[in-house]
């Protein structure tokens, strides 16, 4: 028992996964703090606390070469221009072949190292959160999988006057906590009382009919519940009253509740969050997104 536990440090990095994990992970990191082109004191702290992580590594390779020089250019506490390009480059070069991972759990691992970077110094600036959207317009291999489609929506949703206000900078926080290490928020926060559960809608889905199956929430202006259904199984789909395990998308309708808020979903939104959370590939879809997608199938 005692042998054991002197070696439970090293289970961490048993597998050639967990190593090709941390550094996917320090890539997103990366991305995420120089994203508004400056560094802080409690961002190079988020580094070297990579670093404590990972020091009982330091002779297996890519550790053995990529340590060094990250202790290097964290050692004195500042991170200037030409370190911030070699740290991008050191995540480049070492970029795995993703032996144990396909491409889209790496690149969820490096999106969540990117969240961790932006939340590094309590501070998401416009430059952060333009950096992430651009990220994000470049993965769309992600969609359908959490959080990739509610970031889409709500980093919209801020970023449509230009600016993060204060209250749209705290709920933000609140959200890219759920997904790093960050113990000081758990809840997501709603942005203003105007906001609807629209904030977890997919932005622009792909939305087939074929062999796949719906579930609507909320009240529409266009159709009952059961017109839903017949449009539905008309396009060689199907239709589930509540949400299962093969359900495909989760309709929301447009007339919508206006106590929908980010701290404040529905029943259907709630599971079909917490199913995402879990990994079910269910896309959260806005009424007239559906609409449209009809229209084209029809």
Not at 48 to 60: V, Y
Not at 77 to 84: C, P, S, T, V
Not at 267 to 286: M, W
Not at 289 to 296: G, I, L, P, Q, S
Request: proline share 3%; aromatic share 10%.
């Amino acid at each position: 028992m005692c042998e054991e536990s002197e070696h439970e440090p090293y289970l961490v990095f048993t597998g050639r996964q967990r190593l090709d994990t941390a550094m996917h992970t320090l890539d997103g990191l990366v991305q995420g703090i120089v994203a508004d082109g400056k560094v802080t004191d409690s961002e190079v702290a988020s580094i070297s606390a990579w670093l404590g992580r990972h020091l009982e590594f330091s002779n297996r390779h890519p550790f053995n070469e990529v340590i060094p020089r990250v202790q290097a250019i964290v050692a004195d506490g500042r991170i200037d221009e030409e370190e911030r390009a070699d740290l991008l480059w050191l995540c480049e070069k070492f970029k795995t072949d993703n032996q144990f991972y396909d491409s889209v759990t790496a690149d969820m691992q490096r999106l969540h190292g990117f969240l961790s970077g932006i939340i590094a110094d309590s501070l998401i600036t416009e430059d952060e959160l333009s950096s992430l959207a651009a990220w994000i317009d470049d993965h769309p291999e992600l969609r359908s999988c959490w959080p990739y489609d509610e970031l889409d929506s709500i980093i919209s949703m801020v970023m449509e006057d230009g600016k993060i206000d204060p209250q749209e900078h705290e709920a933000l926080m609140q959200f890219f906590s759920e997904f790093t290490n960050s113990p000081q928020r758990k809840a997501v926060g709603s942005l203003d009382r105007e906001s609807t559960v629209s904030g977890v809608c997919a932005m622009c889905p792909e939305i087939s009919f074929d062999e796949r199956y719906f579930c609507f929430t909320g009240s529409s202006d266009r159709s009952t519940r059961d017109g839903i259904s017949e449009v539905v199984t008309a396009l060689g789909g199907g239709f589930h009253k509540n949400l299962r395990n093969d359900t495909h998308y989760l309709v929301i309708g447009a007339k919508g509740n206006p106590c929908w808020a980010y701290a404040c979903y529905g029943r259907k939104v709630e599971d079909a969050v917490q199913r995402r959370r879990n990994g079910q590939r269910i896309l959260i879809v806005h009424e007239f997104d559906f609409w449209d997608a009809v229209e084209d199938g029809s």
